[in-house]
């Protein structure tokens, strides 16, 4: 190695953005290329996948990269825009090497992998894989159990290329801060039995965010292999609507076990959506707007906008309704659009403000009027209002695109045709 050449581990580069030579960003980086050699000769990094803006990903190899520093990766401008497929005698190192069961050579003891770094070789634009870092006993990342070190490639044995014995925990903790599209993006190009083991190392609010993002077939796959009783925490942590969409894709046994096993108030919320017309705005809303009552303040409606969970669309606005608050509530009143919230005092009570002009969507309107409905009105959120004026939910634009996409869009986007260059 050159002398003070600097070591990185992998798992600081995960989600780290790629830049070009002139300083714009061409994506972040998704994961790294290596090829496993025989013996124990240090394995070769061959590049580095990329996913680009459009959340293709594509392989930008070792010899266009130009500078690996804190926080950031330099290419070199060429970049071969078509889809990465991974060949035979590659791995994924975040994917594939990360969690793994090894053993110590010298005492023939198991141990974990945690991570992994790579070293550049002297005078040359060639990366290795250069040490090991893992953890005696069988705790992962996420288990503060058992002594950690450092060790050289050669030290261990038992990176084959069968998935043996390996957990997720690692790799979960590697991509802790990535948006749930972009995990979603991850998971799909896994092999289903690595699917599996990160969807099962998952919490639930984090599964069900992702399976939000996924392609329907990966959703019904990893709610499969899931445990009846967790899969219905799962579906009780999405969206109400998403929960519908991915029960309406399994078979009616299965799918009214599941409703069985959920909380009755997020059953019934999931059953009324799936009453409804799936290209309907009764099939596309939500039916977890923000709900207040005419007495509720300019201060109270801000206090629920600010809440993190909720998507930018949901919380453009509040629904004003009498009493009951939940859905279907006591007669809607009208909106107030978050602009309105802040250009009046927090005193101000929201029934003086409601934008009562505005016709509401009946649960049976057609997924073309709704769409003319948002592009008339310039809206990104609409209320779904039934004949004896109760509020039912609310129609967000981000399903209504999902819904004039084509059915297969995520998959398209994740599969799209051709092989790596370079």
Same mark, same amino acid.
């Given at each position: 190695m050159a002398a003070g050449a600097p070591r990185i581990f992998v798992s600081h580069l995960a989600g780290v953005a790629v830049f070009d030579p002139v300083g714009d960003q061409v994506g972040r980086v998704s994961d790294l290329v290596a090829m496993l050699r025989v013996g124990r000769r240090p394995p070769r990094l061959l590049g580095m996948v990329v996913e680009v803006l459009s959340r293709r990903r594509v392989f930008v190899p070792m010899t266009r990269i130009t500078g690996v520093e804190s926080g950031q990766v330099i290419t070199t *401008?060429?970049?071969?825009?078509r889809r990465f497929e991974q060949r035979p005698t590659e791995r994924l190192v975040l994917g594939e090497l990360l969690d793994r069961r090894v053993t110590l050579v010298e005492t023939g003891e198991e141990v974990t992998v945690l991570d992994i770094a790579i070293q550049q070789l002297p005078a040359r634009r060639d990366w290795e894989i250069d040490k090991v870092f893992v953890r005696r006993g069988k705790g992962g990342a996420l288990r503060r159990k058992g002594e950690t070190l450092t060790? =050289?490639?050669s030290a261990v044995t038992g990176f084959s290329l069968e998935e043996h014995g390996q957990g997720a925990e690692s790799l979960v903790a590697t991509f802790e801060k990535l948006r749930p599209a972009d995990l979603a993006n991850v998971l799909h190009h896994l092999s289903p039995k690595r699917r599996a083991e990160v969807a099962a190392a998952l919490d639930d609010d984090r599964l069900a965010d992702v399976l939000e993002e996924l392609p329907e077939d990966d959703q019904v796959e990893i709610l499969g292999k899931l445990k009846e009783e967790r899969a219905a925490d799962v579906l009780e942590a999405m969206d109400p609507d998403d929960a519908a969409d991915l029960l309406n894709e399994l078979p009616e046994e299965e799918k009214e076990r599941l409703l069985t096993l959920m909380r009755p108030d997020d059953a019934a919320d999931v059953r $009324?959506?799936?009453?409804? =017309? =799936? $290209?309907?705005?009764? *099939?596309l809303m939500?039916? =977890?707007?923000?709900?207040? $009552?005419?007495?509720?303040?300019?201060?109270?409606?801000?206090? $629920?906008?600010r809440q993190q969970d909720l998507s930018p669309a949901l919380a453009a606005q509040v629904y004003v309704c009498r009493p009951p608050d939940e859905t279907p509530t006591g007669k809607y009143l009208g909106t107030v659009h978050f602009q309105r919230l802040l250009r009046d005092p927090p005193f101000t009570l929201v029934s003086s403000l409601v934008d009562s002009d505005l016709p509401p969507l009946g649960p049976d309107t057609p997924l073309p009027a709704v769409t003319s409905y948002f592009a008339a009105y310039n809206l990104v959120a609409a209320p779904v209002v039934d004949e004896s004026g109760s509020l039912l939910g609310a129609v967000t634009v981000d399903d209504v695109l999902d819904h004039l996409l084509p059915d297969d869009w995520r998959e398209t986007e994740f599969h799209e045709e051709g092989v790596r260059g370079g």
């Open positions: *401008g060429v970049v071969n825009m060790v =050289e490639w $009324r959506l799936m009453s409804y =017309e =799936e $290209r309907t705005a009764g *099939g939500t039916t =977890e707007p923000i709900v207040l $009552r005419p007495d509720a303040t300019v201060a109270d409606a801000l206090a $629920r906008v």
